[in-house]
């Protein structure tokens, strides 16, 4: 297999891996911040724990995996870019660390005070993934404050922001987590909470929608980069040795240049939508697969608006990162790949397979059946 065809299944492997963490953890803190909207008593909020509660770890786990691979595959954006979101990352892991704490301890003890406090922090720990995940998605579009001299050596600068558009993204992320979190809940809890998620799942559907075409319109705003030359995209690249100029389409290039690429964010705008409709019509597995695909849907449609690049820089175009320039070896990128096809189908059986052990609704018989035996 020659390095191109390495870099390119790389690119979609990266993106497959992140793509798996929002569908799949999306739900989970989708699902924890609308606990205290769900559960309106201690039972409630416990069916709604318990929805994700066999399967939040294991979700969990893609971020660690693309992180990794994020790594082995691309060290120079995980140089980058670490270093550049130190700050949000912070956040993002303060908020991922109060999940496990949260659920672990919540039911320790009886007391109302107590389980309060701890389904506040159920509720932070959701919502701030969520909000740096989908203000860094927005920044990377923007391009990010960094360049490498002529050593390789990375230097910041200050960020340039376009405010409107980090919003508009922000909320897109914020609605459509909640939106796959409320067609999760539908299908999984009974009575009462399982009611009140339908109703929200079908008002998040065209909110969702209406906040990911807002964020298509202002991306109109920020400029794209191009190329300026073709690269050899069969040998090992320093991120210097090209030219970048903004492209006067912006990030829309390359739909431009090849229009069927548009049925991606076609599908990103209208899966919300069906989702709402399937909650309206109680099919909620339905909906939850037509909210999954949303997911998947517009993660694509930014990695097609980017392609090639993987990290814009701001300060200094030429440092922009690229699938073709960013990679490590020829010979890592096999080694990794033949460790993927090995483990990707065991993760991927294994997670197929928990899902169909805990499949079916949970009720409050339920919980008051098997109460100390679950979160």
């Known amino acids: 297999m020659d390095y191109a065809t390495l870099k390119l299944i790389w690119w979609g492997l990266v993106l497959f891996m992140l793509v798996g963490f929002v569908v799949l953890d999306g739900f989970d803190l989708g699902v924890a911040m609308l606990l205290p909207l769900m559960g309106k008593d201690d039972e409630e909020r416990r069916l709604v724990i318990n929805s994700v509660g066999p399967v939040w770890e294991g979700n969990q786990v893609w971020i660690i995996a693309g992180a990794g691979a994020l790594f082995a595959a691309w060290p120079l954006v995980y140089a980058a870019a670490f270093s550049v979101l130190y700050v949000p990352m912070v956040v993002l892991l303060f908020g991922l660390f109060l999940r496990p704490v949260g659920f672990d301890y919540r039911s320790k003890l009886g007391d109302a005070a107590w389980r309060r406090w701890w389904d506040r922090a159920l509720v932070v720990g959701g919502l701030l993934p969520t909000l740096v995940l989908g203000a860094t998605l927005a920044l990377v579009m923007q391009g990010l404050p960094f360049r490498f001299d002529s050593a390789l050596r990375l230097h910041y600068g200050p960020f340039v922001l376009h405010g409107a558009f980090i919003a508009a993204v922000t909320a897109t992320a914020l609605a459509l987590v909640l939106l796959h979190g409320a067609s999760f809940l539908h299908g999984k809890v009974a009575g009462e909470p399982a009611r009140r998620a339908r109703a929200a799942a079908i008002g998040l559907g065209p909110v969702a929608t209406s906040l990911y075409l807002l964020a ?117 990128l096999g080694v990794m790949l033949g460790i993927v096809l090995v483990l990707m189908p065991i993760n991927l059986g294994y997670t197929v397979w928990v899902y169909r052990v805990v499949r079916g609704r949970l009720d409050r018989a339920h919980i008051r059946r098997s109460g100390h035996q679950l979160y």
Not at 225 to 241: D, H, Q, R, V
Not at 271 to 289: I, K, N, T
Request: hydrophobic share 55%.
């Open 216 to 332: 298509g319109w202002l991306l109109l705003a920020v400029p794209g980069y191009n190329l300026g030359e073709e690269l050899a995209t069969t040998s090992a690249l320093s991120p210097l040795a090209k030219t970048v100029s903004l492209h006067p389409d912006g990030w829309y290039a390359n739909y431009l240049a090849s229009p069927l690429l548009w049925l991606v964010p076609v599908a990103g705008a209208l899966l919300p939508l069906a989702s709402a409709l399937a909650a309206a019509c109680g099919r909620a597995r339905l909906g939850l697969l037509a909210s999954g695909g949303a997911c998947v849907a517009m993660l694509t449609s930014v990695a097609i608006a980017l392609f090639p690049f993987v990290l814009p820089s701001s300060l200094d175009p030429a440092s922009s990162l690229t699938l073709w320039d960013a990679t490590s070896s020829a010979k890592t």
